[in-house]
């Protein structure tokens, strides 16, 4: 089983973006790929192996990695129940998607308490979707900063407009919850297509990382 911990070193895998500089440094082979999907974060592979040689917290850009008696025990133990929200982050996006698909298509025909029970599906996953969304991207909050001073790469594109296509789905999500009867309305449609965009490139994002 994967570890978080060593004799020497510890990490918060909250603060990772595994861009795996410290997987490349570890001269023991101590630190591997962990997570699923967009999820993936390092853990120790072979805990027992490491010699305390610092590399790791030296190369870490997000202070992922510190001595285990530099940890604050109720941070720590925050940062685990954050961590763990975060794993929900697949399910609830998956169930969001199915859920939304299931509400717009029951919109078209199907009997108003079909389509109630599905809406009713749809705004509680994906309520749940959007804390474990939150969570990741405060964890990667260092990224949006970095990027206004280092510009733009190539390969950072499609981030970009998964970041611009979020808050368009979570606004025409809330207008439609809170202002507009769903069934027919041109913000349903709206939103039904920004969603379908939206899981277009969540899936391209996700694939894509290494």
């Known amino acids: 089983m994967k570890r978080t911990e060593t004799k020497y070193v510890a990490m918060d895998p909250c603060r990772c973006v595994a861009c795996w500089k410290c997987v490349d440094q570890c001269p023991r082979n101590v630190i591997g790929k962990a997570g699923f999907l967009w999820h993936r974060h390092v853990a120790f592979e072979n805990a027992d192996g490491c ?3 610092g590399k790791c917290v030296k190369t870490c850009p997000n202070g992922v990695f510190f001595r285990p008696d530099e940890a604050d025990p109720v941070r720590r133990e925050s940062r685990s129940v954050l961590f763990r929200m975060e794993r929900l982050q697949p399910l609830a996006f998956l169930a969001s998607a199915v859920t939304g698909i299931g509400l717009h298509v029951a919109g078209h025909g199907a009997g108003h308490e079909l389509w109630h029970n599905w809406g009713v599906a749809h705004v509680l996953a994906s309520l749940l979707w959007l804390l474990s969304a939150g969570i990741h991207l405060r964890r990667h909050g260092d990224w949006y900063k970095k990027l206004v001073l280092r510009g733009i790469a190539k390969k950072e594109w499609a981030t970009l407009v998964l970041s611009a296509v979020f808050p368009a789905v979570t606004v025409t999500g809330v207008v439609l919850l809170c202002c ?17 965009l939206l899981l277009l490139f969540s899936l391209f994002h996700a694939f894509r990382r290494r």
Do not use: E, N, R
């Open 51 to 53: 010699i305390g040689c």
């Open 180 to 196: 507009v009867d769903g069934p027919d309305s041109a913000a349903g449609l709206w939103h039904y297509q920004l969603g379908i």
